[in-house]
């Protein structure tokens, strides 16, 4: 049976209680790990412990405690297993030896079963491996790495969070995910700049289990606070009302309502939302939000685009709003690009905006490369674009591309 949750919340507090927030969170962690080791070795069966911190190229080794057994790695890539396949999960158990992503088979530990969990986000994230003895039973070890994780995370926030906008930041942080989710046949790459230490930006993606994948882009107007719960409500629910075969403009009416009643109602926030299965055909509702544009390949002339507005209104202002679906499709090769305001109305020196047009002639010159390179090289024009200047807005990109077709 798992262990009591309100045992073991107790006995985590009293393991935190001495938490100092002049510390800095590795040194925290490497404390925590240190006295965890301590409490909870016996009843986990852990023969180790170990903290790796992000550095610039990869997980640098901080701290070990217990018996590993013989040597372990001193550094861990983040493109690759285990940390590859922890990071989607934040908690994971590595439990059998002959699975691919098994430290044992990666030469990483001398013991075939260990167990992961990560704290922190980007670029302060922190892994902590337990390297695991015999007798362990992956009901409570997988029950207690989770509750681990969500009373530490808490408690590391509680000490950082000073005010409504350092609370503002955390709210924005929680929302947005670090990796975007496999998708098979199609790249993506996402990122999110924040103007001020708090924007109003969101990006988001929905599994539906590898046979559809659902992604989001919206801009809350404002900054601070306000902004950040408002996007916070959209997001919220939006992953509670989308599924599977629900229609999209439905779920989009019925937020409208929920957002125009709250407190906020005096705020909008423009959302963009599809569907894109496997097939490529994509089901999307803009509302209100600068159209995503899909760049094609023409074989009679120049590449082309597809804008995609149809949907409605913005989110928030109206009592009522209806909204359209729209469809697309992307065939092989072709790239979607969703972005907000940050990215299109960058100024330069003259105080001309990028635009559409400055956005697209860097997308079409970079094509043939993957998302990553193609979302990279368009935040690098638009930092030159502005002359290196501080972003006046939020920017936010998503970068899709479907796989060539082989030949």
């Known amino acids: 049976m798992p262990l009591d949750a309100k045992y073991l919340y107790r006995r985590l507090d009293a393991l ?60 861990l890539s983040a493109s690759e297993p285990p940390l590859s396949v922890l990071f989607p999960n934040r908690v994971y158990i590595f439990g059998e030896p002959e699975a691919e992503t098994s430290p044992s088979r990666l030469g990483l530990f001398p013991r075939p079963a260990s167990a992961a969990l990560l704290v922190g986000r980007r670029p302060k994230r922190h892994v902590i491996f337990f390297l695991l003895g015999e007798g362990w039973v992956r009901e409570e070890l997988d029950f207690t790495l989770n509750t681990v994780r969500a009373a530490l995370g808490s408690r590391l926030t509680d000490e950082r969070v000073r005010g409504s906008v350092r609370e503002a930041a955390e709210i924005q942080a929680s929302l947005l995910v670090e990796e975007p989710p496999h998708f098979p046949g199609f790249e993506l ?48 629910g939006l992953r509670m009302g989308i599924e599977k075969d629900l229609k999209v403009a439905y779920v989009f009416a019925k937020l409208n309502r929920v957002i ?7 705020r909008f926030i423009s959302v963009f939302y599809g569907e894109l299965e496997a097939d490529g055909n994509l089901i999307y509702v803009n509302a209100g939000h600068y159209p995503p544009i899909l760049y094609f390949r023409n074989p009679q002339g120049p590449l082309k685009q597809l804008e995609l507005a149809t949907g409605g209104s913005v989110i928030g202002p109206l009592p009522e709003a209806r909204f359209r679906r729209g469809f697309a499709r992307m065939r092989p090769g072709e790239v979607l690009v969703l972005c907000t305001d940050g990215i299109l109305e960058r100024r330069d020196p003259k105080g001309e905006f990028l635009g559409t ?47 060539e077709a082989p030949l």
């Open 16 to 75: 935190l209680v001495d938490v100092d927030p002049r510390r800095s969170q590795g040194r925290v962690l490497e404390s925590f790990l240190e006295t965890s080791f301590t409490a909870l070795a016996a009843e986990l069966r852990l023969r180790a412990g170990l903290l790796y911190a992000e550095g610039r190229d990869a997980f640098v080794l901080k701290k070990t405690v217990g018996q590993p057994g013989g040597p372990v790695a001193e550094t």
């Open 189 to 236: 790459a996402c990122r999110s700049v924040p103007a001020e230490e708090v924007g109003g930006d969101f990006y988001d993606f929905t599994d539906f289990g590898g046979e559809m994948l659902g992604l989001a882009i919206g801009d809350a107007s404002g900054h601070g606070l306000p902004a950040a719960l408002l996007v916070r409500d959209v997001v919220t």
């Open 260 to 266: 125009h009643r709250s407190n906020l109602s005096s």
């Open 357 to 403: 047009e400055g956005l697209s002639a860097v997308v079409h010159r970079h094509l043939a490369a993957g998302a990553q390179e193609i979302l990279d090289r368009v935040f690098e024009a638009t930092v030159a674009f502005g002359e290196g200047r501080p972003f006046e807005d939020d920017a936010t990109l998503v970068v899709v591309k479907r796989a």
